[in-house]
């Protein structure tokens, strides 16, 4: 699935590095905590790998 938005797409990213280690799961917060806890390490990738190009900053803005 996507990332509709850079927003979401950077959220991905952030859960995506929790799943691996990188970072501290408890220091998790809001829509990145809620998509660590809910998706796979694989759709985590798909969404935090989907291109930029052409996505608004979040979900409910026009491009900018």
Wanted: aromatic share 2%; no cysteine; proline share 3%.
């Amino acid at each position: 699935m996507p990332a509709k938005s850079r927003a979401q797409q950077m959220a991905a990213g952030a859960a995506l590095a929790a799943r691996r280690g990188e970072q501290k799961a408890s220091e998790l917060e809001g829509a990145v905590r809620s998509m660590y806890d809910s998706m796979s390490e694989e759709e985590l990738e798909k969404m935090a790998s989907t291109s930029r190009e052409g996505k608004p900053r979040h979900d409910n803005q026009s491009d900018d």
